[in-house]
């Protein structure tokens, strides 16, 4: 799927938000209860600490709050919105989560859903979204990422449990007049023949229904990676991908402001830089304090940047996003801000 060169009208990123859980587990923290070390963690992976939900707030706090952060940024009502898109694998809902925060949010006029593309969600989401917008369908868009994978991560196994962390994060997208487009371009891949080094597969477990009939009973096993496989897969597919997109619109990798990455791990943002040759200074990075967010890792660090005085106006960056599936893709923007 690429990007069509001729758009009814264009695409701007106007406002962005994030939420994070209360609750820290720094690396200290995990050697509790698993056989690790902060000295192992920090090296291998770029991370010190993570966010996970506790008792007392919920994937769909974190949503909402990320949502308001962003319309209060842009100074839009909820009611101006046509669409709430939830890119998540940890919905608190299988039917959906979405409608639940357009409701909260008082979104009324908008349609919601979720989709799920696991750590590449937030920026499918991003590229579907669009499409609305450049069609003429829709005029102002909320594209949340937000993930609890804190639920499914098996806390035993220290070979993926150091990874991961919840947050969730928000970024608005308006239709813009004239010829101005703010996305530039963008690519999209899958690959579910790969797709066993990272899964979070359904657990089948039978139960009888009635005489011999059986059903399956719903539920899924802890997360299962194959962190080698992964970690080669990242490294070789992001940088391929991001150098295609720059190549076919004539960019050079020099000329960008930053390069905002899924946040997995900082060996991956380093090799992907150095296969780019862009300066690790334009490497825009969190992990050290949340770990991977999954679908919240890019518009986290979106709004960090933003808030931080870091993302300007007319900034032009290039993010790539990547995990199960496999999945993969990369866009390219320049951010507007709100108006
Ligand atoms: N603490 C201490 N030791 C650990 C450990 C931990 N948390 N996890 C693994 N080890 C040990 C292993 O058991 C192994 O020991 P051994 O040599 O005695 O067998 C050793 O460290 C090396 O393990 P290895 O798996 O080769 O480490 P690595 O350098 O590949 O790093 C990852 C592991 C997971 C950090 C790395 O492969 C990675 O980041 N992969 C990508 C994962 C990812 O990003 N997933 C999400 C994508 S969206």
Request: with cysteine; hydrophobic share 40%; net charge neutral.
């Given at each position: ?7 009814i009208?264009g ?22 209860r698993?056989?690790?070390?902060d000295d ?15 008792p007392?707030?919920?994937?769909s706090d974190?949503?909402?709050q ?46 919601a859903f979720?989709?799920?593309?696991a750590?590449s ?34 806390w ?6 150091v990874l991961f ?19 530039l ?8 023949s ?7 597969f359904?657990?089948?477990h039978?139960q009888t ?22 970690y080669?897969?990242a ?10 997109l ?12 930053w ?7 900082k060996?991956i ?6 296969r780019?040759?862009i ?8 992990l050290?304090?949340y ?9 986290l660090m979106?709004?960090?940047a933003?808030r ?12 790539s ?14 951010w507007h801000?709100?108006?």
């Amino acid at each position: 799927m690429t990007a069509k060169q001729k758009s009814i009208s264009g695409v701007s990123f106007v406002g962005s938000g994030s939420a994070i859980p209360a609750q820290i587990i720094t690396n200290d923290q995990l050697a509790l209860r698993v056989d690790t070390n902060d000295d192992w963690i920090s090296t291998r992976t770029g991370i010190k600490q993570r966010r996970v939900l506790g008792p007392d707030e919920s994937f769909s706090d974190l949503c909402f709050q990320a949502s308001i952060s962003a319309l209060e940024m842009a100074k839009w009502g909820p009611e101006s919105l046509d669409l709430v898109l939830l890119a998540t694998s940890t919905p608190n809902d299988l039917f959906g989560s979405a409608p639940k925060i357009q409701a909260k949010l008082g979104a009324k006029n908008a349609v919601a859903f979720d989709l799920t593309a696991a750590c590449s969600g937030f920026l499918f989401a991003l590229v579907t979204a669009a499409q609305f917008l450049r069609n003429g369908s829709m005029k102002r868009v909320l594209v949340l990422g937000a993930d609890q994978l804190s639920s499914w991560v098996d806390w035993d196994d220290r070979k993926s449990c150091v990874l991961f962390g919840d947050a969730a994060g928000a970024l608005l997208m308006e239709s813009s007049e004239g010829n101005s487009d703010d996305l530039l371009g963008f690519k999209l891949r899958s690959d579910g023949s790969r797709g066993d080094c990272l899964n979070l597969f359904e657990k089948r477990h039978f139960q009888t229904l009635v005489n011999t009939n059986m059903y399956q009973q719903g539920g899924f096993s802890p997360i299962q990676m194959n962190g080698q496989e992964v970690y080669k897969f990242a490294v070789r597919e992001v940088p391929l991908i991001l150098q295609d997109l720059l190549k076919s619109h004539q960019i050079d990798p020099e000329s960008l402001d930053w390069l905002l990455l899924h946040q997995a791990n900082k060996r991956i943002l380093d090799a992907v830089a150095d296969r780019l040759r862009i300066s690790h200074s334009k490497v825009l990075s969190n992990l050290a304090n949340y770990g991977n967010t999954s679908a919240a890792t890019i518009p986290l660090m979106l709004d960090e940047a933003v808030r931080h005085g870091k993302i300007v106006q007319g900034d032009l960056i290039a993010s790539s996003g990547f995990g199960a599936g496999l999945s993969w893709g990369a866009a390219l923007f320049r951010w507007h801000g709100p108006s």
